[in-house]
């Protein structure tokens, strides 16, 4: 079928040349006599290649329709990412076995869970800090009083907390 689509394109490019007159004319000056095919990009190799696979698919072909269609593409392919969505340095593979974290926290009962800092105990911690102070500031302010009373000449007795 394509072998007979392509005689008719042959020779139907080639009728003009039956009509013109036999004696040759001289071609004029402006326009090249000679074209070169290898620049053209066509190759006959390729053409005789393409006609003998199309006449084998014919053959093989057993459909009544003998429907065929060829696409060619040309493009850039689509970059195709699977793991789009997993962090491979720092984390877990979705859909993966679970972690030693994710067991422990599965398997152990809320009420058993600690938390990372007792409150508690950091409350207790900041009230003996700010209880450390003012037992300090409370030091230095008797230690004052008695430098006061002593450059007035009183007789006491020195303070007894001690920094």
Same mark, same amino acid.
């Given at each position: 079928?394509?072998?007979?689509?392509?005689?008719?394109?042959?020779?139907?490019?080639?009728?003009?040349?039956?009509?013109?007159?036999?004696?040759?004319? +001289?071609?004029?000056?402006?326009?090249?006599?000679?074209?070169?095919?290898?620049?053209?990009?066509?190759?006959?190799?390729?053409?005789?290649?393409? !006609?003998?696979?199309?006449?084998?698919?014919?053959?093989?072909?057993? =459909?009544?329709?003998?429907?065929?269609?060829?696409?060619?593409?040309?493009?850039?392919?689509?970059?195709?990412? !699977?793991?789009?969505?997993?962090?491979?340095?720092?984390?877990?593979? +979705?859909?993966?076995? +679970?972690?030693?974290?994710?067991?422990?926290?599965? !398997? =152990?009962?809320?009420?058993?869970?600690?938390?990372?800092?007792?409150?508690?105990?950091?409350?207790?911690?900041?009230? !003996?800090?700010?209880?450390?102070?003012?037992?300090?500031?409370?030091?230095?302010?008797?230690?004052?009083?008695?430098?006061?009373?002593?450059?007035?000449?009183?007789?006491?007795?020195?303070?007894?907390?001690?920094?």
């Amino acid at each position: 079928m394509r072998a007979l689509a392509l005689l008719l394109l042959v020779l139907s490019a080639s009728a003009p040349a039956w009509a013109q007159d036999s004696e040759a004319r +001289p071609a004029p000056a402006d326009q090249p006599t000679a074209i070169d095919a290898t620049k053209l990009g066509v190759s006959l190799a390729r053409i005789q290649k393409g !006609l003998r696979v199309s006449e084998s698919r014919e053959k093989q072909s057993t =459909t009544p329709l003998r429907i065929e269609f060829a696409v060619q593409v040309y493009g850039f392919a689509p970059r195709i990412d !699977l793991l789009k969505d997993v962090d491979i340095l720092h984390g877990d593979a +979705p859909n993966s076995a +679970p972690t030693h974290r994710q067991i422990i926290d599965f !398997l =152990t009962p809320q009420i058993y869970r600690q938390q990372a800092a007792p409150i508690s105990a950091l409350a207790w911690w900041a009230g !003996l800090k700010l209880w450390e102070k003012s037992k300090k500031s409370k030091c230095e302010q008797e230690i004052a009083d008695y430098r006061a009373m002593l450059m007035q000449g009183m007789n006491i007795a020195a303070p007894r907390c001690t920094q």
